[in-house]
Nanobody, 122 residues
Framework: VRLVESGGGSVQSGGSLRLSCAAS????????MGWIRQTPGKGREEVAT???????AYAESVKGRFTISQDNARKTLFLQMNDLKPEDTAMYYC?????????????????WGQGTQVTVSE
């Protein structure tokens, strides 16, 4: 499985960014995909997930501001981030794991992209 993120950058507080993740190489039909972010001080946080059945889940800190989606061919995963805040500053990773449901723990994801940096200034 290959995951390649793009779309990160620097924005001011209140701004928007759209992250993309080009996905390829899946050997099975059922898989979960998600976005996980990491900062030196907070560690890793699961931001949003998209299960194989289409169900979505979000961290409380991003609910109402972030939206996870996927194209019809399931080749690209997106994360639309609106009303960005300085605390959203982090390295954002696209992740994937085989199965109908998404992993319960961040460490259970087997496939990770290289990450894309998001920096939000005041």
């Amino acid at each position: 499985v290959r995951l390649v993120e793009s779309g990160g950058g620097s924005v001011q507080s209140g701004g928007s960014l759209r992250l993309s993740c080009a996905a390829s190489g899946f050997a099975h039909e059922k898989y979960c995909m998600g976005w996980i972010r990491q900062t030196p001080g907070k560690g890793r946080e699961e931001v949003a997930t998209l299960a194989d059945d289409g169900s979505q889940a979000y961290a409380e800190s991003v609910k109402g501001r972030f939206t996870i989606s996927q194209d019809n061919a399931r080749k690209t995963l997106f994360l639309q981030m609106n009303d960005l805040k300085p605390e959203d500053t982090a390295m954002y990773y696209c992740t994937a794991e085989y199965g109908t449901w998404c992993p319960k723990w961040v460490d259970e994801y087997d496939y990770w992209g290289q990450g894309t940096q998001v920096t939000v200034s005041e």
